[in-house]
């Protein structure tokens, strides 16, 4: 059976593949073909460098529509943000808020100050005006509101302070607090 048949029936009656939040592995030899037969509309794929996406665009007949990439204050790899929009491909950011690193810098405590916004929402923006989708988790309702109101503009001054923050050294992701450990 292929990884393809595996699929839920939405109430119109379309059958969709069974997908959940995170990573959904095909085989690198049946996602051309799915795209092709309709089976998926688009790939995306997950932390690709530049090299990754030239060696997928030369030697596939399909782009990905998505490249979900760490970005965040203090991890802005603007060289290669503008290589995939270069490509028309969307920039998803992943941990936008550091995984709650920020939320202590008096740095960025200050600036969030200034706008009149929270930490969590001064990082989501900065995203969000780098142009990348931005999709913070957070199973706190009050926290996922928060988080969408960023209904404010940051300067070009500030975005370029905050692209110069010392990046966050994290060490191996299983001390990431979001997986139990400890900053």
């Known amino acids: 059976m292929s990884i393809f048949d595996e699929t839920l029936t939405m109430n119109n009656g379309l059958k969709i593949p069974k997908m959940a939040l995170g990573i959904w592995e095909i085989p690198d030899d049946q996602?051309?073909?799915a795209v092709e037969e309709g089976k998926l509309r688009t790939i995306g794929v997950p932390s690709f460098e530049k090299e990754d996406l030239d060696n997928l665009m030369q030697n596939s007949s399909t782009k990905p529509a998505v490249n979900q990439i760490l970005v965040h204050i203090g991890e802005t790899p603007m060289n290669l943000i503008d290589y995939i929009q270069g490509n028309?491909?969307?920039v998803e950011a992943f941990s936008p808020i550091a995984?709650?690193?920020p939320l202590n810098d008096p740095k960025i405590k200050k600036m969030a100050n200034k706008y009149g916004v929270t930490v969590s929402q001064l990082c989501i923006r900065y995203d969000w005006q780098l142009n990348c989708v931005v999709l913070p988790k957070s199973a706190n309702?009050?926290?996922m509101k928060s988080n969408a109101e960023i209904d404010?503009?940051?300067s070009d001054e500030d975005m370029d302070k905050l692209k110069k923050?010392?990046?966050v050294d994290y060490g191996k992701a299983g001390v990431f607090p979001?997986?139990?450990g400890k900053l």
């Open 31 to 33: 996602t051309p073909k």
């Open 88 to 90: 028309d491909i969307v």
């Open 99 to 101: 995984h709650g690193a």
């Open 141 to 143: 309702p009050a926290h």
């Open 152 to 154: 404010f503009v940051i």
């Open 165 to 167: 923050f010392t990046p």
């Open 178 to 180: 979001v997986f139990g």
